[in-house]
């Protein structure tokens, strides 16, 4: 058979190439050369009265949905690079969008209904094992404002409310500052910082888009997207009507110039494919499917759009006298003294929420969340928590350490040296006994044992290879004893405890050797049997005690989440909950759920009381604020010290003196906490800074403090409570000009930028009244596309 393959292979040959070479002719190309649509009929008449047919709104549609910033957020030839984004810079950033969506309500309203209910329940990504490892840890360093419009469009009801639009713009563009591959890093990075935290795999292969949208169909709907292509063709219209004019050579020539620019950037990308800028431009032709002077034509309409409503926006004239009044205005100052919640203590989720309480009920004595939210001062004692939560009483060490994995040194094994030791006599029993495929044959001389070696599949091999390094490393202990003293030890502090977790030492299952080893070592001097520790004979470790805890300590909340000890103590206290009656948590088909997959549900209800105390605390401090109609438990998370908060403001407030009570003093942040035992009800204690604000500052984290630019000396702000759980008060003590103001240039910029988009804006208004009594952006068609469907389907 083979034979006449070889035989033929040069016929066989040509034929294939043959058919591949018609078959890439024709079907190819067809997507490009054939770009009529079905049933592509006149779906309005334009502004000047001229006929739009759907396949323009849906070529429109198709070039704008994605744009060049898309490569960066999703990929190479995963967007439209021509494209330098006419939706995001013309569209969203203007606010012309919430014109549209205004005007244009009904259309758009039942598609951003079902988003909204999609987006409701949906839940960044989190660590399956520390949840503190997660997307919106990393939306906080990175990209502050996401959370805050997360939530707010969380909290949405109906597209209809005032702002559900504007926040869904605010919360896309937000979006586009951090990037999915960027968040990948970022997890995998938090990962690496904590050894007890296992790798989790599926990181790299989650989308962590957020909501799972990757353009601006996904984002906005169908209709919106081919609503806002209709707005740009007939403001194309309008546009030559006016005057104005762009050639096809002069938006060919914008768009190889953008083809050249994205190419230029993505040239050592090697999903990249072509060989040049031409090339380039041709393959997104390609994959767009659209011929040459179809795009030209678009980005004709595109360039139309834009310099109508440029001019519409460089018409306006600020006037400089209302100029030095705006910066008037910017460039007060307020000084003042700022309290907020450590970083510890800002609860930015739900599962941050379920840790905190679990920790209350371990440690406090007479908690009860459904009487007070104040939190405790008084705590159980050692005895009692070595007996119900060993996991939360531990002992520290300030210790120099070194650290050595033995697998490191496999490489200094050489091939001869690991072959000459397998088939020794002695060795070779040795592998007999741990593998004991190698039994299956006799094997008495070297040359018989180096055949049965080379038999064996690889992966056994392998093993078989491994092993034998390992002894021969074994056979070494001064290389280890070396490499320990060489390397460059770190001083910090390690915490062994009672039970469970003691995530510093890699394959430490048993600390109670290791602790009688640190508590008898004499300080600051390398005890004999610390120079070469190692707990599983994997990783060896060179320790040097430089101080230690004399009796056992119960671990603070902060230390205790970091090592994922809580994560553990409430997936114990859901799985309690869950046993009692599994089938209570039932799928829709009525089958029963696994613990994880009803682990969200089963956390409600658990912890229902203590967002129920949170919602009536809030509501009895600020009885005539309006509560969401239904307390989301992160929503709940980002309160819950709030009555704390706000209870350590009103006793400041009234007596200075009993500050010390709830701030944490200068002499207490600078002490060295390990040689003395630390105080439970200091690490509820707030920061206190001294901090200036005026209106040019950018912080979005402190960008609640407009509000006390309005008081006056000595007044206090209310307490600030933003959804990552960062509460804070502010104390007026002085306010003034700011005498390093921004430059009157960059004010009279951002002013006139203003006044701009608010031009545009109002001209847009009136533009597609002007559009609503002509009847000239009519999208019906588009509810009629699954009648089609289903008529071709019985056809």
């Known amino acids: 058979m083979l034979n006449f393959f070889r035989k033929y292979q040069r016929g066989f040959f040509i034929v294939v190439t043959v058919v591949t070479v018609i078959s890439f002719s024709f079907f190819g190309t067809s997507s490009t050369l054939n770009t009529n649509y079905a049933n592509d009929q006149v779906v309005f008449k334009a502004i000047d009265g001229s006929s739009i047919k759907r396949s323009e709104i849906e070529q429109m549609a198709n070039f704008i949905n994605t744009d060049v910033d898309g490569i960066q957020q999703q990929g190479i030839w995963s967007s439209n690079f021509l494209n330098d984004g006419v939706l995001k810079k013309d569209i969203l950033k203007t606010g012309i969008a919430e014109v549209l969506a205004s005007e244009f309500n009904p259309l758009i309203t039942s598609e951003l209904t ?170 997104q032709l390609r994959r767009l499917g659209m011929t040459q002077t179809q795009a030209v034509k678009l980005w004709q309409q595109v360039l139309l759009f834009r310099r109508l409503f440029q001019d519409i926006g460089n018409s306006v004239v600020l006037d400089p006298i209302s100029l030095n009044g705006l910066h008037e205005y910017a460039s007060l100052m ?83 040296e690991m072959w000459n030791w397998e088939v020794s006599d002695e060795n070779w029993k040795k592998l007999q006994e741990n593998f004991p495929v190698l039994s299956a044959k006799a094997a008495s001389s070297r040359e018989e044992r180096f055949k049965v070696l080379d038999e064996l599949d690889e992966m056994t091999r392998r093993r078989v290879d491994l092993f034998a390094k390992n002894q021969i490393v074994d056979q070494h202990p001064e290389w280890i004893e070396k490499a320990l003293i060489e390397a460059q030890p770190k001083e910090t502090i390690v915490a062994l405890y009672a039970k469970g977790n003691n995530s510093y030492f890699d394959g430490l299952k048993n600390s109670d050797e290791l602790m009688k080893l640190l508590d008898n070592a004499p300080l600051n001097i390398y005890a004999k049997e610390l120079e070469s520790y190692t707990p599983d004979q994997k990783n060896y470790y060179r320790i040097k005690v430089l101080d230690r805890d004399k009796d056992w300590q119960v671990a603070t909340f902060i230390d205790a989440d970091k090592e994922g000890i809580l994560t553990s103590m409430v997936d114990n206290e859901l799985q309690k909950l869950y046993k009692k009656s599994p089938n209570k948590w039932q799928k829709e088909d009525k089958t029963a759920k696994t613990f994880q997959e009803a682990k969200n549900e089963i956390a409600d209800e658990y912890f229902s009381g203590v967002i129920s105390s949170i919602k009536d605390s809030y509501a009895k401090i600020n009885p005539s604020e309006v509560l969401p109609p239904t307390f989301l438990g992160d929503y709940a998370a980002s309160l819950r010290l709030y009555p704390y908060m706000h209870q350590a403001m009103e006793e400041i407030k009234s007596n200075p003196q009993i500050e010390s009570l709830y701030v944490t003093q200068d002499n207490e942040q600078n002490k060295n906490t390990l040689l003395q035992p630390q105080s439970l009800a200091d690490q509820w204690k707030l920061t206190k800074t001294n901090a200036n604000y005026s209106r040019e500052d950018i912080n979005p984290k402190k960008a609640n403090l407009e509000n006390a630019l309005a008081l006056d000396d000595g007044q206090w702000t209310s307490v600030y409570h933003p959804v990552n759980g960062d509460l804070y008060f502010f104390n007026v003590k002085k306010k003034s000009m700011q005498e390093n103001s921004k430059n009157k240039e960059i004010a009279w910029n951002e002013a006139q930028q203003t006044l701009v988009q608010e031009s545009q804006r109002n001209y847009t208004k009136h533009f597609l009244q002007n559009i609503k009594e002509k009847n000239a952006i009519v999208l019906d068609y588009l509810n009629h596309n699954s009648d089609d469907n289903n008529s071709k389907e019985s056809d």
């Open 114 to 283: 079902d988003k909204l209910e999609k987006e409701r329940k949906y839940k960044p990504y989190s660590h399956p094992e520390a949840s503190f490892i997660s997307v919106e840890n990393s939306w906080s360093y990175f990209a502050p404002k996401i959370r805050d419009y997360f939530y707010r469009l969380k909290e949405i009801q109906s597209p209809l409310e005032n702002d559900a639009f504007a926040t869904r713009v605010n919360l896309f563009l937000e979006s586009q500052n951090i990037s999915p591959l960027m968040l990948q890093r970022v997890l995998q990075f938090q990962e690496q910082n904590y050894s007890w935290v296992n790798p989790d795999q599926n990181i790299p292969y989650t989308d962590m888009s957020l909501f799972g949208y990757h353009n601006f169909e996904d984002w906005f709907g169908v209709k919106f997207t081919r609503l806002a292509s209709a707005f740009i063709i007939n403001a194309a219209k309008v546009a030559e009507q006016k005057g104005y004019k762009v050639s096809q050579n002069e938006a060919l020539a914008d768009l190889m110039q953008q083809a050249t620019n994205s190419f230029n950037q993505n040239i050592n990308n090697p999903y990249l494919g072509v060989a040049n800028a031409s090339d380039y431009f041709n393959e």
């Open 334 to 416: 307020v000084e003042g003294e700022l309290y907020a919640l450590p970083p510890s203590l800002q609860l930015a989720n739900f599962s941050a929420l379920q840790n905190f309480e679990t920790y209350l009920k371990a440690t406090a004595k007479n908690y009860d969340p459904s009487k007070s939210l104040m939190l405790p001062t008084e705590f159980h004692s050692i005895d009692y928590l070595s007996k119900n939560y060993p996991e939360l009483v531990r002992k520290r060490y300030l210790v120099e350490i070194s650290k050595i994995a033995k697998p490191q040194f496999n490489a200094r094994v050489g091939i001869k």
